[in-house]
Every structure is written in C-alpha cells, then in structure tokens.
C-alpha cells in the first residue's frame, strides 16, 4: 500500500496565477499520474510523472500549461500555469505501489477554485 | 487501452445485494480489472481487483466470465454509507499500468 499526502488540499486563487501542487508518498513508487477531476466528472488522466525525464501527456494536456516535476520516487509536483476558471476542479495524484497487477492509490485531492 | 461500460446510476435499498455490471469487450490479456469507489470530497478507494473467474474480499465479491469480456461487482447488503460512485477500471504492464476512468456508477443506497 501507500500513503500520499497532497498540499494544498485546498485553495482560491486569482485568475493568471499559477498554483504549484504537491505530491509526497510515504515508499517508493515506480508509477505515478496526476488526473483531473472537474465538479460531477469522473477522473481525467493528465499526465504520467516520470522520474528523473519528462512527464507524459494526455491528449489535450500540455507542459507549459500543467508543468510536472518528478525528482525522486517519492515526490511531484504539478503546477496550474496561467489559471482560468475553467481550472477550477480537483486535481488528484496516484501512484502504484507494485508493479504486478497495477493498483491505485490516490491522494485526497487538491481542490482549487480560480476566480 | 480497453474502454469500459457501465450503468451511469443504480438505487438501492439498505441491505439488499447490489450488482453493478461492467464490459471491457477489448480487454487485453495481460489486463486487470479493478473496482474502484469514490465519495465526494475523496480520492478513489481501490476496492477489489480480479483476473478472471471470482474473486472475494471482505467487502465485496467480483465475478469474471471466461472471455473477461465483462465483470459483476456484487456488494452484499448494502448500507446508506455505500452511496458512492463505483469505477469499473481495466489496465495492464503493456500500457504501463496507465488506467483511464469511465464516467462510474453512481449508487444511491436508500433507507
């Protein structure tokens, strides 16, 4: 299993801010995803954060707008760049613990809301 | 990577068995399947994981027909605090375990 911790798990921001969002799991993970949940939606997988390279994105995610950091086996980050209210949604970190039948855990989520 | 189906909502009663079916007609071989719930406000909660042919765990039991083409999730005597959404997931190492969610089973459990 796993522990992860996001911060913030909450905020407010200012339309043409950027929020930085951070992920800290409690063991070392191979596989780690940022997904995106907007108000009633199901999840929506931004991107795969990968250790020490580039993270992968999804159709319709691109880096200069959702920047991932992937420094070690334990920590990301993933930034909100240039908000618009259309960002305002959870965004969520997962990783997976083994390798073996892939199953996820997730951190409780970053809740913003951009004015 | 192999899209799933399910119900978008089911209602229910406190302590009546729910089954909440699921198609993956493209699962790959080397795919999981894997059951998720989700309460607002929360991270999804992985709630049991199969192959094939069923699988029982202490919350929930998961039934897999031999071509795999589809998956039961059967939670037994449901309670008011089972309302939730449920996610019918299928991912494997070929795709690197990266998992895409349908839009989920929304369960509303009444008294």
């Known amino acids: 299993s796993a522990v992860i911790s996001q911060k913030p798990s909450r905020d407010i921001c200012q339309r043409g801010t950027s929020l930085t969002i951070q992920c800290q799991v409690d063991s070392q993970v191979t596989m780690m995803f940022w997904y995106r949940q907007q108000p009633g939606q199901s999840l929506t997988l931004i991107a795969t954060?990968?250790?020490?390279?580039?993270?992968?994105?999804e159709s319709g995610f691109v880096i200069d707008k959702f920047p991932i950091s992937r420094p070690n086996l334990t920590f990301s980050t993933l930034t909100v760049s240039n908000m618009s209210p259309e960002d305002s949604s959870i965004y969520l970190c997962s990783v997976i613990p083994g390798q073996n039948t892939g199953e996820l855990f997730f951190g409780e989520g970053s809740r913003l809301t951009v004015l | 990577l192999a899209k799933t189906t399910q119900p978008i909502s089911m209602d229910s009663y406190e302590g009546q068995e729910v089954n909440i079916t699921c198609s993956h007609n493209n699962i790959a071989t080397n795919d999981y399947i894997t059951w998720y719930q989700q309460f607002p406000s929360q991270g999804p909660r992985f709630i049991i994981q199969?192959?094939?042919t069923k699988v029982t765990n202490e919350v929930a039991s998961l039934f897999i027909p031999a071509d795999r083409k589809s998956s039961t999730l059967s939670l037994p005597r449901v309670s008011l605090s089972d309302t939730a959404v449920y996610y019918c997931l299928v991912a494997g190492n070929t795709g690197g375990f990266k998992t895409i969610f349908g839009a989920g089973t929304r369960l509303f459990v009444k008294a």
């Open positions: 199969g192959y094939k």
């Open positions: 954060a990968n250790q020490g390279s580039e993270a992968t994105y």
